[in-house]
């Protein structure tokens, strides 16, 4: 899940608000586990690119802040190493502005899944979104599609 969907939680003026509170309040009650990358060996989330991402929206209360509390108290996250440099390369072409996003598509590689959720239409424009089903074999969908 892309860090913009818990900054859409707490921001009641932006047009994915309602469907982000929605997709978080499904993870809530799911047993969804979130994927962090992992900078120190699975130890730590002090290097994680993504932990720093979630960083500014689940430091005040409400439900982003309870939702990553529940997430990390209940255990239910993994870590993983970063995707093979042919897939980074990837990741790199179709989100050329983003370092961070190239990391959450890449991340999403390595998901059972291969899914992910991001209200960024900016990095993960549709042309984003298409070619990374095509070429990676992950759906990028917004929350109100989640």
């Not at 009641?12 to 969804?32: C, K």
């Not at 992992?38 to 939702?67: K, R």
């Not at 050329?96 to 996003?101: E, F, I, V």
Request: contains cysteine; hydrophobic residues 35%; charged residues 25%.
């Amino acid at each position: 899940m892309d860090a913009n969907v818990l900054g859409h939680c707490s921001n009641t003026t932006d047009r994915f608000h309602e469907a982000s509170v929605d997709y978080v309040s499904y993870l809530v009650g799911s047993n969804e586990v979130l994927l962090f990358d992992d900078t120190s060996g699975g130890t730590s989330f002090s290097g994680s690119h993504l932990a720093n991402e979630y960083t500014p929206w689940v430091s005040t209360p409400g439900l982003a802040q309870s939702f990553f509390d529940l997430i990390l108290s209940s255990g239910r996250f993994k870590f993983y190493e970063k995707p093979p440099l042919p897939t980074r390369r990837v990741c790199a072409r179709l989100v050329p502005r983003n370092k961070r996003d190239q990391i959450f598509l890449g991340l999403a590689t390595c998901s059972p899944d291969r899914y992910l959720v991001s209200n960024d239409y900016d990095d993960f424009d549709v042309a984003a979104r298409v070619a990374a089903k095509r070429e990676l074999k992950v759906t990028v969908e917004d929350a109100s599609e989640a």
